[in-house]
Every structure is written in C-alpha cells, then in structure tokens.
C-alpha cells in the first residue's frame, strides 16, 4: 500500500474517494456498477431505497398521530371559527335579513320567512341547538325559542279555517298533490303505493322521494317551497306519504301571501286556484309579526335580530371576539357589557399565576441545582432523588397531599396553630384560593426547573470562578460576574418550560384553586362539559395553542426541542 | 462545597445559612408525599393527626383505609379500568414508536424536522387542549365514551416519550453492526430482532414506562373522551378530591407512591444498564 503519512487526494490512482471524481471530470463513459448499471443510477437507486424504507417505517406512526391527534387539534381549530347552524337552521330569514338597516323591528316579509324556517326548525327539533347557540350572544334567546316552537305551528291556521270554508277540497291531501307534484312522481308514487298493497309481509321500499311540477315554483314560490319542504320532511321524518298528510298551518299562510301580494299569473285550468285568489283578498288574515310579538316580546327587540343578522354567515369571528371580551353585534365590533368582560381577567390571572410560579421555581430551583452541581458526583445522585421522586409521583397524589395540607383543618394549619403564629379562630385560608394554586404548582413544576438548571450548570468549570478569586473578586463578585452569566441558559430553558406547563393546566387549581386560583384552562372545561358552549371553547382553546406553540418557538430556538431530556 | 481551612467567619455563617436552605427546599419537595403516608393509616376519617398518631398509639393506627379501597367495587372498578387501558395503550405506542424512531434515525429521511414536530406535538400542547380537541373529534367520529376512544388518545400522548427516548438510545447505536449482520446473511427482521432489539432494548423499555405513567396518570383526557365505564384511578381520585373527600385517597396516594419508586428504580437501572452497554460498542 501506499504511504500512510500521505492524505488521500495525494494518491496516484483510483481511491473510493476519487473515484467519482474522476467520473465527473473526464466522463470517459459512464462507471459501472456490477450488474451492468451506470454507478451513479446505481447509488441513486439504493439512496431512494434507504429513503422509502425509513418512510415506511414512520408511516405507521405518522397517520396514528394524524387520526388521533392532528385531526383533532384541527377539528378544535375549525369549531372555532365555524358557526353553520344559524344560516341551516333559519336559511330564508337569514336572506331575507340582508336588506334590513339594523333599525327598529325587521318588517313582516322578514317575519313570514322566519315563521316558514321555525316551523320546520321545529318539526326537526333543531330550535332548541339554535336557541342555545344565540343564548351565547343574547340572554334569554334558549327560553325564546323553546317558547316559539311550541307556538308556531298555529301561524296562519286562520287562513286555513278560511281556505277550507271557501272549499272543503283544500282540505283534501290529493288537492294539494294534484297542485303541486310532478305528474311523473305521482305515477310513480301510484305504482309504489300498488306495490306496497300488493306485497305479503313487511314491506321496505320508501317512497320515491317528492318532486314538484314543473312551473309551480314560478307560478307559487313560496307555496311550492313550503310544501317541498313538508312533503320531504313528512317522508324522512314521519316515515308518512304527502299524499295522505293534510299541509301545515304555514302552507295555507304562504298559498295566501301567494295570491294577495306576488302578481299570480295562474293558469286556466285551475278553478280551484282562480276561486282562492278571487276570494283571498277578503280573507281576515292576521299579521305575522304580531303573533310572533304575542308568544314572545323579544321578537320585537332589534337587538335580537341584530344577533341573528351578524351571526347569519358560515364562519364568524364572534367566538374569538368573545373570547376577547368583544362582541359581534350588527353595527359590527363592541366591547363586552363591563360585567361580562372575564375573559381578559382570567388570560391575565393566568399570565400572572404562571410568572409567579415560575419566579418561586427560580428562587427555589437556583439553590438546589447550584448545591446538586457542585457536590461529588455520589452525594449528587442521592440528592437528586429527592427531586426526582416528586416528578415520578402522580400529579393527583401531590395535589391531594397539598390539599390535605393547606386545608382549614389540615396539617399546616394546625401546625401553626400549635406553635402559636396564628390563633385557633385565625386559620389561614391557604386553599381555595390563589395561594393554594401557585404553592401546590411551585411544588409540581419545581423539579421541571431544577433539572434543566442542573444539567447546565454541571458543565460550568469551577476554574472559572477560581480564577476570578485569585483575581481579587469577592465571592458575590465571582459568582454575579461569572458564574450567574453562565447559568442564564439553564434559567432560560427552565423558565419557558414552567411557564408553558404552568398556563395550560387544569387539574391542580381546578382543585385546589377555588374560584380566584383558576386558570383559563378550567374555564375551557367549564365550556365543554357544562355550558357546552364548544365553539368559545374551541376559541379560548385556539388562543391559549397560539401562546404554547409561540413560547415552544422560543424555547427551540433558545435551547433546541432535541435537547429534551428526560432523566 | 466544602468550606476551605481558611473561610471567614462570615464565609461559614453564608455557608451554613446556604445549606440550611437547600435543606428546607428539599422538605418542601419531599415532605408533602413523606405526610400523606403516615395519615393514610389514620383510625379516624381526619386529615390531620390525631393526639394519639403523635403519642404513637397503637390504637390510633389502623388499615381501614386500605380496606375500603381494596373492597370498595368503584375503587375496584377504577383500578380494572386502569390496568386493562395503560398497557395495550403502551403497548400500541412502543411498537408504533420504536419503528418511527428506527427510520427516523437512518441517514436520509425527507422532511425530517417537520415529522419528528408532529410525532412530538402530543407532549407540546397543553392537556386541555388535547382533550378538548379529541372530544370534539372523537364524538364525530363515535369514539368518544368508548374503551377504544380512551386507548387511542392515550397512545398519542405516549408517543412522543417513546420516540425520544429510543433515538437518544440509537444515537449511539453503532450501524455497523446491522450490516456485519447482514452480511453475515440475516434477513432485516432477523437483524432487527437480534442485532438491534437487544441492543437498544433499555431505550425501549423507559419509553414504554414514561407511556406507562402518562396514560396511568392521565386524567384530563380521559375525563373528556372517555365515560363513567372508563374511570380510571386518577379520574375517581378526581372525582373523590372535587366532591367528597375520603381518606381512601390516602391510602391510594400511598400505594402510588411506592409504586412510583419501584418505577424510578426501574428506569434508573436501565439508564445504568444503556450507558453501560454504549460504553462497550465502538465508536
């Protein structure tokens, strides 16, 4: 072989390393690899091979983090913003809302569609979800709606009793059929009602689903959109046929706007239509607005209908509004009544509450990572296992200790008591309270401190500190100027890490945080499980998510996520 | 930290007074769980000690505590719960996470940063909001309040101890040796079981404890995602904590704690081990 001392592009010759090389450079015809192949094809073969294998071996775990978490995560992210119910559940109000200023009491066509939208709101039972979602933005908007549900159905059932008496036909289902179904789905429902006659047993073929008669929606808009509306739910809901269901009160309400107000241009053939619109002017009809007015008085609120008119799109930003102490009303953005502004309190309380806990970590962090850092290697050990066996016990096995401790009752207290600080009467309240958060989360999140101190200041010379002493610093001197500078790191990464634990938990102040000890997360739960408010939780979710990601940013970017230690 | 012959007498006072306050922050962290232990043996239902725990009376000491929680069927439920969901939910994420870490430690891997980003998320973003997102998510997709629901989550929480610490362990894994065996003519599998498995079985096995714990100590998701037929330990100490208080979650605490040492044990001695054995592979 050749000398040793020489490096590798002193050679003369092919080497592994030059080999390439020299391909590139004088392309004297391609290297080949040993089974025929140009090399270079070859490695790059074998480099996608490597590549998809170690693909294929995260795969699995990359779509298990994607369905069970990520999808999540997402899902909360598009509940925050998503906001379809008010425009699916009263879709001809919300149209008809667009045109009105904001002023007074909407007029009666606006009302006339909202009674056509609630009274299949309610046979779908979906008034109440739509009550409880405007209760969000409107007090008393749940009882409201439950209240008109109920109500509804009698809209127009004057004009019915009228239609009826002016001939009995109106009363007959086939009347109506005979009006407004396409002649092709008569026949079919004709041959499909034959069938069901004839057939021995149960028999499970639907109806062919209702088609109007071509025409009908220009001649009778808002009759034929009605009772499309009725014949399709009295099949998917009822499990009945339209051709045996006398129409809803609404119906006869709408035939009867039909004729008086739009200019009907109906057709020869129809007696029984030309009769009704001969007579429907003279009929006693009632205004809609007043009765919706008499089953509730806060149909007449514009405020009410400002709530609806703003929430009326598909996404809004009224649950981050509202989570930021505005809210969406239809003159556009407000702040919140003074007495409903809590959410800024509970982000500060939670800002505050955190930056305390981190600062007790800090002051009782120094001192245990300083002594852990500087004992032999063997008394070190031991020590850490203190710190250690708080981290490795359960979360809820401190947090009942420390409730146990602090309570009136508990051992501190009568610890005190005992040795005479406080008087029997004078127990401390140190639970229930913000104390009790920040004392029993010190506790928690102390060893999230110490730890990251510790493995920052074992790699600080001694010499250094040393050195400044044999230059005349003091102690305080050598150890501000010195040593302090070179733990920043450790206090750096020890902070965020607190700090990003401390602003999302749950468990220990809704424990022992009473009403004042507890953070944003607690008011996040208290949106899903008892207000079911989800769309504010998903909001106040969302921000508290943008906080963490941007504080992890920082942390990456100050230490290095890959530095995350476990032991 | 020793005191050199020639401290100033203000240097000892510092340097005592010093002491004396690490002293007091080890028994602020330590004492709360040490005090827990001794009045989970209380005769009486108090969370204090009685005069005659402090004379050491034999009286005052009792097991009763212990009994209720051993014979007590939503105890019981609780514990069958947590042991039938902690394990298969490690189980899914050891097997899952070793193989991701696996590849995600060879030398090529596209996307790299932003995979082990999303493999990591779960232990980034704070518990309530995984919760919560899970509970949105599952409920659509019918998995909200079932067994599986419960597992899944837990496993996506675990995952991210796994991976960290099984590629901390094949950082010093020495790739050599897959190729002497492939060489020597064992098929991938074969070398995986008994080339690399071995080898960095130790990262494995404190991966699987830290998922262990996670899901053994979990109570906010579970508390969303799952229903009453999932109450594990934790949720019912929750519940016994917010509503009605009993010593039995003393004597729980106590068996907890021991456990936990058990576990700490454990994880040191494997750490020991994995150092001991990267020690003896080359490079």
Redesign the interface.
């Known amino acids: 072989m050749t000398d040793a001392t020489q490096g590798p592009d002193a050679k003369t010759g092919v080497t592994p390393d030059t080999g390439l090389r020299i391909v590139e450079e004088e392309l004297a015809g391609p290297v080949l690899a040993a089974d025929g192949t140009p090399l270079r094809r070859s490695l790059n073969k074998a480099?996608r091979r490597?590549?998809l294998?170690?693909?294929?071996?995260?795969a699995?775990?990359?779509i298990?983090?994607?369905v069970?978490?990520?999808?999540?995560?997402?899902?909360?992210l598009f509940?925050s913003v998503e906001n379809q119910i008010v425009s699916e559940t009263l879709p001809r109000t919300v149209v008809a809302l667009r045109d009105w200023d904001g002023e007074g009491t909407p007029d009666e066509e606006v009302f006339r569609d909202l009674a056509r939208d609630l009274v299949i709101a309610a046979e779908l039972k979906n008034h109440t979800r739509l009550g409880s979602r405007l209760n969000y933005e409107t007090t008393g908007a749940s009882s409201l709606l439950r209240k008109t549900g109920r109500g509804v159905d009698d809209i127009g059932e004057e004009l019915t009793d009228q239609f009826i008496a002016l001939n009995p036909a109106w009363e007959e289902p086939a009347t109506w059929i005979a009006l407004m179904a396409d002649e092709g789905w008569i026949a079919d429902q004709a041959e499909w009602a034959a069938e069901k006659e004839a057939a021995q047993g149960p028999f499970t073929t639907r109806e062919p689903a209702f088609r109007l008669r071509d025409g009908v929606a220009e001649m009778l808009p808002r009759t034929a959109d009605i009772y499309a509306d009725f014949a399709r739910l009295i099949q998917t809901e009822d499990r009945d046929s339209p051709t045996e269901e006398e129409p809803w009160n609404i119906v006869y309400q709408a035939l009867w706007e039909d004729l008086t107000l739009g200019p009907v241009t109906l057709p020869e053939d129809e007696p029984l239509l030309a009769e009704a619109a001969v007579a429907a002017p003279t009929f006693d009809a009632l205004s809609v607005t007043d009765a919706f007015v008499d089953m509730d008085r806060d149909w007449a609120d514009p405020e009410l209908w400002g709530t609806i008119k703003a929430f009326s799109g598909k996404y809004t930003a009224g649950y981050f509004l509202a989570a930021a102490d505005f809210q969406l009303t239809a003159d556009g953005i407000a702040a919140q009544p003074e007495d409903r502004q809590i959410y800024g309190l509970l982000f500060g309380r939670t800002m505050f509450m955190s930056l305390t806990i981190m600062v007790s970590c800090i002051l009782?962090g120094y001192?245990?990572a300083f002594?852990l850092a500087?004992?032999p290697m063997r008394t070190a050990n031991i020590?850490l296992?203190?710190?250690?066996?708080?981290f490795?016990?359960?979360?809820?096995?401190?947090?009942?200790?420390?409730?146990?401790?602090l309570?009136q009752?508990?051992?501190i207290n009568?610890i005190l008591v005992w040795t005479g600080i406080v008087s029997n009467a004078g127990r401390l309240a140190l639970i229930n309270n913000q104390t009790g958060t920040i004392i029993a989360m010190t506790?928690i999140l102390?060893?999230f401190m110490i730890l990251p101190l510790y493995s920052v200041m074992k790699t600080i010379p001694p010499s250094y500190v040393r050195a400044a002493k044999s230059l005349g610093a003091t102690?305080f001197t050598a150890f501000r100027r010195v040593y302090f500078p070179q733990s920043v790191p450790g206090i750096g990464a020890g902070c965020i890490l607190v700090f990003?634990l401390s602003?999302?938990?749950?468990?220990t102040p809704?424990?022992v945080g009473g009403t004042t000890g507890t953070f944003i997360?607690n008011r996040?739960?208290y949106h899903?499980?008892s207000s079911l408010n989800?769309g504010l939780?998903?909001a106040l979710?969302t921000i508290?998510?943008v906080v963490?990601?941007v504080l992890?940013y920082l942390y990456d970017r100050i230490v290095g996520?890959d530095n995350?230690?476990?032991? | 930290m020793t005191l050199p012959p020639y401290a100033t007498l203000g240097q000892k006072i510092w340097h005592y007074t010093f002491l004396v306050i690490c002293g007091l922050i080890f028994f602020f962290l330590i004492a709360p769980i040490l005090t827990i232990i001794p009045l989970s043996f209380n005769a009486e239902n108090f969370f204090t000690f009685t005069p005659g725990m402090l004379a050491f009376d034999a009286e005052a000491y009792s097991l009763k505590h212990y009994r209720d929680f051993f014979t007590n069927p939503d105890w019981q439920q609780a514990v069958s719960n947590s042991v039938t969901i902690a394990p298969v939910a490690t189980l899914l994420s050891v097997a899952l996470g070793t193989l991701a870490a696996i590849g995600l430690s060879q030398s090529h891997v596209p996307f790299r940063r932003a995979i082990m980003a999303i493999m990591i998320s779960p232990m980034i973003v704070p518990l309530i909001i995984s919760a919560a997102g899970m509970y949105f998510f599952y409920s659509r997709i019918g998995l909200q309040g079932t067994y599986l629901g419960v597992v899944l989550a837990h496993a996506a929480l675990g995952i991210p101890f796994v991976i960290i610490t099984v590629t901390a362990t094949l950082v010093g894994f020495d790739e050599s040796l897959t190729r002497a065996s492939a060489n020597l003519g064992a098929g991938p599998v074969r070398t995986f079981f008994k080339v690399q498995m071995p080898l960095i079985l130790p990262g494995v096995i404190s991966g699987g404890l830290f998922a262990f714990i996670t899901s053994f100590d979990e109570v906010v998701v579970v508390l969303f995602v799952g229903s009453a037929e999932q109450k594990t330990l934790p949720w019912q100490m929750f519940i016994g904590l917010r509503e009605q208080i009993s010593p039995t979650i003393l004597a729980v605490a106590t068996i907890l704690v021991v456990i936990s040492i058990g576990l700490l044990t454990t994880v040191e001695l494997l750490r020991r081990r994995s150092e001991r054995m990267r020690g003896m592979t080359p490079g």
Do not use: C
């Open positions: 480099l490597q590549k294998r170690a693909l294929a071996l995260i699995p775990l990359l298990f983090v994607l069970t978490f990520i999808a999540p995560i997402a899902d909360m509940r009782l001192p245990i002594l500087n004992l020590l296992i203190l710190v250690l066996l708080p490795w016990t359960s979360l809820l096995v401190r947090t009942s200790a420390w409730k146990v401790l309570q009752q508990g051992v009568d506790h102390l060893p102690n990003i602003i999302g938990y749950y468990i809704e424990l997360s996040i739960a899903i499980s989800w939780a998903a979710g508290l998510l963490v990601l992890y996520i995350v230690s476990l032991s």
